[in-house]
């Protein structure tokens, strides 16, 4: 039992007035009744209250929930008494990696009644959680006594990465999702391009898709409209090593490039290619290259519980395993954090992907580097940082100038550049018919 503070209220004045009946016997005697009176009622509030059989609570938690995203929770607590309200304060166990707003809470259930209580989570990690069960203060009739009932109501739910994103584009035809994601849409040239219809000629088509042929048949002009090579692979290599441990904001470095691989597997899947992908660090997985509607669903199921970890990660391993796995020609997306000590064992593994492949490397930057870069310096520590800083920078930049000459395309963007860095990458080689 714990004393609310009714009880600690009179206790506190009881023993007040123990203090004055020291100075003045007198009045002795009716403290002695009033003290017994008190010690009476409480212990039978306390037994009362012990007596109270738990409400029933039901909880009602999504199955899946994102990233970073906040999501109601319902609780509904049954009084089951025929008579007599019941006062209760609640807190539900939710997971330790959730932040939580709106517990705990005192609610008031009527005899014979139920109360829907609402508080809202935030996900802060991603993978598989449970909510362990429901704590509840039950009062007693009196309100002197608090009694602690735990509910046992387990909930499973899953975080998965935060592709709101995705959800905002599928309100919008193909080029409309892609202007809003920041993606920029260019002009085909080359070669590597496929009829798709004929259609009315528009001001601005050139000579060279006028159909001559159609334009004689219908006494029109006729232009052929063409669209994308389709059926193409993209395969998304994943680091879940020590630096994607590194955080931008709220999220993981390895958050982000989860973030940018859906949008980009969003796109070359609306764009009739396939998506896979494998991640690499202290252990392999591999999800093969697929089409259909159920691909984002297969990608974030194979990913939303993978987390990375402190070790180094092996490229040259990585890019071997995927050489086996994958033979047809691809267009391979790295998506990593470069440093300098990395440049030989880079240069061997996309060596190794390009004797079949095409390969985007997507370097991600710190975004502390560019504001220590960008801060104004007040002194000897600042001048050493800036120094150090600039030295670190022009050493990554000399890496990726090593694998630019090698025939890679290498993106090195912050964290929030990397979603439209890549995708503008994978259109432009769309467009350029080179994969």
Known sequence: MIPRRPI????????????????????????????????????????????????AVERRAPGSMSLMTRTDIELTIRNARRSGSMLLEVFDHHPQTFETRGLPQTIRVPAGRFVDMRYDVQPL?????????????????LRLWWRRRFVDIVSQTRVYPNYSAISKLLAYEVDNRLQLSGVRLSRRRGEGIEFHQLRDYREGDSMRAIDWKATARMSRLISREYQDERDQQVIFVLDTGR??????????????????????????????DAA???????????????????????????????????????????????????????????LTNVREEDSEDLRIATDLLQRRHL??????????????IDHDIHGFDDALLFASTNRYLDSRQESHKLLRAKGVYVEDCLSDELPAAITNRYLAIKRAGIL
């Open 8 to 55: 600690i209220v009179i206790a506190g004045l009881l023993a007040a007035a123990g203090v004055v009946v020291a100075f003045f016997p007198a009045g002795a005697t009716a403290w002695l009744y009033a003290g017994v009176i008190v010690l009476l009622v409480a212990a039978t509030d306390a037994v009362l209250c012990w007596l109270i059989k738990a409400p």
């Open 125 to 141: 990690e991603r993978g598989s959680v449970n909510f362990a069960g429901c704590d509840l203060r039950i009062a007693s009739p």
């Open 243 to 272: 630096r994607m441990l590194a955080k931008d904001g709220a999220l993981s470095h390895f958050d982000h490039t989860l973030n940018a691989m859906l949008l980009l597997s969003f796109v070359a899947l609306r764009q009739g």
């Open 276 to 334: 896979g992908l494998m991640t690499t660090g202290a252990e392999r997985t591999w999800f093969a290259p697929r089409k259909g509607a159920d691909t984002i669903n297969g990608l974030l199921n194979h990913v939303y519980d993978v987390q990375p970890e402190p070790v180094e990660i092996d490229y040259i391993a990585a890019a071997t395993d995927l050489a086996v796995r994958q033979r047809r020609r691809s267009l391979v997306v790295i």
């Open 359 to 372: 390969v985007i490397l997507a370097s991600l930057r710190e975004r502390a580097l560019d504001d220590s």
